[in-house]
């Protein structure tokens, strides 16, 4: 399976910004996609995710700002990024896997296969 993460770039506080994924596995909806993401100098961290084509997660930090959508016809995933923060700066990745359980879905080790990031910049 091959991912494809687009859509960074630089953004003024308070703007938007909505990340693409790409995905070459046709039933990728069915599963597990997540988004995660990686600040200047931090470890890698939990966005959020679609668990089996249903319920959405987020992390708390983004909750109410951020969206996953899917597009089953593109075999595509986005993170719609509203309201955005000066520390939401990072390269943002997108993951995939079949296997996962709701317990594991916010852990990066989880995943076998990867986008290869994306960065987004807010500037204050």
């Known amino acids: 399976v091959q991912l494809q993460a687009s859509g960074g770039g630089l953004v003024q506080a308070g703007g938007s910004l909505r990340l693409s994924c790409a995905a070459s596995?046709?039933?990728?909806?069915?599963?597990?996609m997540a988004w995660f993401r990686q600040p200047p100098g931090k470890e890698r961290e939990f966005v959020g995710a679609?668990?089996?084509?249903?319920?959405?997660h987020y992390a708390d930090s983004v909750k109410g700002r951020f969206t996953i959508s899917m597009d089953n016809a593109k075999n595509t995933v986005y993170l719609q990024m509203n309201s955005l923060r000066p520390e939401d700066t990072a390269v943002y990745y997108c993951?995939?896997?079949?296997?996962?359980?709701?317990?594991?879905?916010?852990?990066?080790?989880?995943?076998?296969?990867w986008g290869q990031g994306t960065l987004v910049t807010v500037s204050s």
């Open positions: 993951a995939w896997d079949k296997n996962l359980i709701l317990s594991s879905i916010r852990s990066e080790g989880q995943y076998d296969y």
């Open positions: 596995e046709r039933t990728f909806s069915r599963y597990t």
């Open positions: 679609s668990f089996r084509g249903g319920a959405m």
